[in-house]
């Protein structure tokens, strides 16, 4: 059955790289005259990367990958959708750089991606799209080097329990519920206004959970720290900060969490 989740999946990301890589969120142009896509919590948290090997999980159509390679590091991106990694592809070759694309499922990347890395990196809505954190912490696990840094910023778990379809936030989902949630809606995050109709699986994660996948699979955890502010506006009603980001308008629960962590 997990199968057919991942199938809708990747048709659905398939259908969103499209319009995504027109959106003005990903601001296509820009990035390639040399804006970089990433925000400043993973820019603070791994620093210089210059030399170092990076794997990114999860990269849709490569912006951040190629935006750490810019930076420095030797980088492989990895997806499900097979039109991402062929756009981060030609991305890739377009800006002249040196990153490498496998395409398949994050759970299966040790199959496909046999190195160890430095660091390995993901970002702002990833595990939402997988049923169980103890094979993807163990991947994380097995793809770093001994001394290598896992690090992850991503919405927090308060806000996968709101149905935000009819543009309010109505508390739905548990925060840690076991069952798979099944969404069906017009637009995408970057696209509003778009007619595509995004068919979606996926599941919630409590923190507790995403940290002791990490610490099973032999991770150190360094550090968990929850913000009640994020980079993107993706949710209905946030307001912008002083700080640039975006909160909701009572800042009741925390937006983002980031965890950093290091395998001995």
Known sequence: MKDKYFEVNRATWNEKVKIHSKSAMYNLDAFKKGKTSLMPYEIDALGDVKGKSLLHLQCHFGQDTLSWSRAGAKCTGIDLSDEGIALAQQ??????????????????????????????????????????????????????????TFYMVEFHPIVWMFDYLDGKQ??????????????????????????????????NHGLSEVVNALIEAGLTIEYLNEYDESPYNVLPDLVNTKSGMYATKDKLYPLIFEIKASKP
Request: charged fraction near 25%; proline fraction near 2%; include cysteine.
């Open 91 to 148: 991305l890739n070759d377009e800006l002249g750089l040196d990153a490498k694309f496998t395409q398949c499922n994050v759970l299966e990347t040790s199959a496909h991606v046999k190195e160890t890395f430095d660091i390995v990196f993901t970002s702002y809505g990833v595990i939402g799209w997988l049923p169980d954190l103890k094979p993807w912490g163990k991947m994380i696990s097995e793809r770093l080097t001994s001394g290598g």
């Open 170 to 203: 109505i508390m739905k989902y548990g925060y840690m519920q076991d069952e798979v949630i099944y969404e069906e809606y017009e637009g995408t995050y970057a696209n509003q206004d778009s007619k595509m109709i995004s068919k979606e699986y996926g599941w």
